[in-house]
């Protein structure tokens, strides 16, 4: 089993403008490639999580509110 992926509220919102700027100004596909290299770049982080640097973040903001999402459920956010 891989580690779990975190997602802050923040980081939603980002990917989801990122997607809705992709679909104003660009085709199908060059979303089906940027949600392809989100979704290979979060598998290996899944996958192989000591390759890359822990974040710090939740720890200086215990008060924030997080928020979790799937790998699978990040291509639901193209269909919009």
Known sequence: ????IIWTKRAINTFGN???Y???HWT???IFNFTSR???YLNSLQS????YRKS???KKHPHRRDYQTSVAGLSDQTKK
């Open 1 to 4: 089993m891989g580690a779990e």
């Open 18 to 20: 990122r997607i809705a």
């Open 22 to 24: 992709l679909q104003e």
């Open 28 to 30: 199908e596909k060059e």
């Open 38 to 40: 989100v979704n290979e």
């Open 48 to 51: 192989q999580p000591l390759m």
């Open 56 to 58: 710090t973040r939740l």
